[in-house]
Each structure stands twice: as structure tokens, then as C-alpha cells.
């Protein structure tokens, strides 16, 4: 049983930067992903990594602004959100798992329990 651990969530204003970590512990896994959930949404999907290949998948509303990355060896996945948005708002979710669909939240078997962002004006 894969074991998920968020950090690194926070208040910041309009235009500022943060960077969330996502410790992993348990058995292997093909893809690790952040999604996000504001206040009365769906949970959306924010960007996925392959954990052995170079492939990255963004969603549209954070491309340019935000990158995914991780660190194999020490089985962490970041996040580095800079030009922070009132919309980024919401608790950011660590997913990983065997995802042939990296945007679909039901294909990730493992979940942490999330560390929220809130952006204020």
C-alpha cells in the first residue's frame, strides 16, 4: 500500500510562488499527478509526471505557470506554482498509480490528504 504525504501549502498573494512536495513511500508506481479542489468543484486534474519516463501533461489553465517535477531516488514529487491566481485556490491533492488516463482522478489508486492553497488579491 502506497503511502502519500503532502507539504508546502499556504496563504500568498496574487502573483507569488509556492512550492508543494509529496513524499511517497510503499510500492512502485507509473504516474504521480497533483489535482486540486476548490470549494464546492469537482476535484480537477493540475499536471502528471511518468515516473520513468520524461513525459509531463499539463492542464490548460496552469501551463507556463506551473512544473511538475520529481525525485526518483528519494520518491518525492513537487510542484512549483509561480504566478499564483485567485483560481488557484483550493487543496491540492498528491495522486499516483498506474493512470493510462493521467487526467481522470479515478484512475489513481493512492491519495494524501491534501494541503491547501489559498491565493488572496
Known amino acids: 500500500q502506497a503511502r502519500l504525504e503532502e507539504s508546502g501549502g499556504g496563504l500568498v498573494q496574487a502573483g507569488e510562488s509556492l512550492r508543494l512536495s509529496c513524499a511517497a513511500s510503499g510500492p512502485t508506481f507509473y504516474v504521480a499527478a497533483w489535482f486540486r479542489q476548490a470549494p464546492g468543484k469537482e476535484r480537477e486534474f493540475v499536471a502528471a509526471?511518468?515516473?520513468?519516463?520524461?513525459?509531463?501533461n499539463y492542464a490548460d489553465s496552469v501551463k507556463g505557470r506551473f512544473t511538475i517535477s520529481r525525485d526518483s531516488i528519494k520518491k518525492k514529487i513537487f510542484l512549483q506554482m509561480n504566478d499564483l491566481r485567485l483560481e488557484d485556490t483550493g487543496v491540492y491533492y498528491c495522486?499516483?498509480?498506474?493512470?493510462?488516463?493521467?487526467?481522470?482522478?479515478?484512475?489513481?489508486?493512492?491519495w494524501g490528504q491534501g494541503t491547501q492553497v489559498t491565493v488572496s488579491s
Open positions: 509526471i511518468s515516473w520513468t519516463e520524461d513525459i509531463t
Open positions: 495522486a499516483a498509480g498506474q493512470a493510462f488516463d493521467v487526467t481522470n482522478p479515478h484512475e489513481y489508486a493512492y
